[in-house]
T-cell receptor, first 112, second 114 residues
Framework: QKEVEQDPGPLSVPEGAIVSLNCTYSNSAFQYFMWYRQYSRKGPELLMY????GNKEDGRFTAQVDKSSKYISLFIRDSQPSDSATYLC????????????FGAGTRLFVKA | DAGITQSPRHKVTETGTPVTLRCHQT?????MYWYRQDPGHGLRLIHYSYGVKDTDKGEVSDGYSVSRSKTEDFLLTLESATSSQTSVYFCATQTSGGQTDTQYFGPGTRLTVL
């Protein structure tokens, strides 16, 4: 079993929809949780970062962490065609960047 | 892209040949990372560096070596390329190496080993 599981999709939604992207994990020691966005043929870029449990909001994006269920989510409100990308979750036990474990990514298509 | 370039961007090589990939940064970041990205596996850490001449292994380091003789350059060498090393390779940099500090990724190198 992988430490971090992420549905590969693809997920296809109409423009304006609310998108929910999710990851589950098995290591209860994970404390740092990140979401990256990766456009086709590009490197990933950090979208959201959360420490421990709770919610974090940034514009149209909301990240949620439920440590009791070992489950994290990224919500995108009012989705746009420009949100079409692969979304990677990432997490880590410790503060060191080299300990980050990445999910395999979910491909999202937002149709105009 | 935080001033990160990777070269070459695409390479096709044959099994058994050595290959060197280069990552160059202009941000003076202390930490540099090499990842590979394969379908179904996400990003996996190969090696990382925490300073000039200071490197350490990651999760999938077998068959790879690295060198960092200058702050701005981090080289990844496949000593004898195998078909299992066909992948997309990403370099990343980070100022201090902590999770509160963003990792910036380069554009990637697509390597095919025939």
């Amino acid at each position: 079993q992988k430490e971090v599981e992420q549905d590969p999709g693809p997920l296809s939604v109409p423009e304006g929809a609310i998108v929910s992207l999710n990851c589950t994990y098995s290591n209860s020691a994970f404390q740092y949780f990140m979401w990256y966005r990766q456009y086709s043929r590009k490197g990933p870029e950090l979208l959201m970062y959360t420490y421990s449990s709770g919610n974090k909001e940034d514009g149209r994006f909301t990240a949620q962490v439920d440590k009791s269920s070992k489950y994290i989510s990224l919500f995108i409100r009012d989705s746009q065609p420009s949100d079409s990308a692969t979304y990677l979750c990432a997490m880590s036990e410790g503060a060191e960047g080299f300990k980050t474990i990445f999910g395999a990514g979910t491909r999202l298509f937002v149709k105009a | 892209d935080a001033g990160i370039t990777q070269s070459p961007r695409h390479k096709v090589t044959e099994t058994g040949t050595p290959v060197t990939l280069r990552c160059h940064q202009t941000e003076n970041h202390r930490y540099m990372y090499w990842y590979r990205q394969d379908p179904g596996h996400g990003l996996r850490l190969i090696h990382y560096s925490y300073g000039v001449k200071d490197t350490d292994k990651g999760e999938v380091s077998d068959g790879y070596s690295v060198s960092r003789s200058k702050t701005e350059d981090f080289l990844l060498t496949l000593e004898s390329a195998t078909s299992s090393q066909t992948s997309v390779y990403f370099c990343a940099t980070q100022t201090s190496g902590g999770q509160t500090d963003t990792q910036y990724f380069g554009p990637g190198t697509r390597l095919t080993v025939l």
